[in-house]
């Protein structure tokens, strides 16, 4: 078992996600760092992708920007295992099944291990080919994270029984990015996936701000935010580590009272 079930072990967990390399690794270091000092549980390093399918234009722009400025698998690696001196809550990666092919599955997991990531999402591995990267995500300790959408309906509870780690509820159809309202009954996926499983779940895709998070957080074990966090990085670059910190520890007093 990795470290990720420590995040949800003492209240509801609340769980930024934080594109590598947008603008620049320095940043990066610098957003996590407030993140993980104002209260995130778990962190999602974001690793880019020239073609991520499951983002909306926010991500995708992270993505482009990050690849712009030269940042590769390598780097982030190296840029893991340098945060990790210093840096104690739970990682874990999502990015492209493509990505980790290319690098070679069993390095990356190995790499993962190392440098202490304990999970894995890839948003566009369908769960009938999970097997292709499982069994070497296993052999490392790593666990690979399950998604679950609106549409799994009848697929909830074998996703649930086979799950490690977390299990991510995405919470509405379509691709990443804030909304105005969540009108997915979440709480119907999360009775069913309570009923098969003891591994804890967290609702992301949309939570853009406290109240959303408080709600989200309250139908399931935490909450995920990545195009909200994104935009404030968008917005200052830089300088972005402070307003990002205020933003995590917002949104983490509204989850604990969950």
């Keep these: 078992m990795s470290d990720i079930r420590t995040a949800f072990e003492n209240e509801k967990a609340f769980i930024p996600f934080i594109t590598c390399g947008d603008p620049d690794l320095e940043t990066t270091a610098k957003v996590v760092r407030a993140a993980a000092e104002n209260g995130a549980d778990l962190i999602e390093l974001g690793i880019p992708f020239s073609d991520p399918t499951a983002e909306g234009p926010v991500i995708q722009a992270a993505n482009i920007r990050a690849l712009a400025g030269g940042v590769t698998t390598d780097k982030i690696f190296e840029f893991v295992k340098e945060l990790r001196k210093d840096v104690k809550v739970p990682f874990v990666f999502m990015t492209y099944a493509n990505v980790v092919f290319s690098y070679g599955s069993e390095r990356f997991m190995a790499r993962c291990c190392e440098t202490g990531v304990g999970g894995i999402i890839l948003p566009d591995l369908p769960f009938e080919e999970k097997e292709e990267f499982l069994g070497v995500a296993k052999q490392y300790g790593i666990d690979l994270i399950s998604l679950i959408a609106p549409t799994s309906a009848d697929r909830i509870s074998m996703i649930a029984k086979e799950a490690d780690g977390f299990i991510y509820i995405v919470s509405s159809l379509g691709v990443t990015g804030t909304r105005s309202e969540i009108t997915t009954n979440i709480g119907d996926i999360v009775k069913v996936i309570r009923e098969n499983t003891s591994v804890p779940c967290a609702v992301g895709f949309g939570i853009s701000n406290p109240e959303q998070a408080k709600h989200m957080a309250e139908l399931s074990d ?25 933003f995590v520890k917002s949104m983490k007093e509204a989850v604990a009272e969950a």
């Design 222 to 246: 935490g909450a995920i935010v990545g195009s909200a966090i994104i935009k404030i990085i968008e917005k200052y670059g830089k300088d972005a580590a402070p307003y990002v910190g205020e």
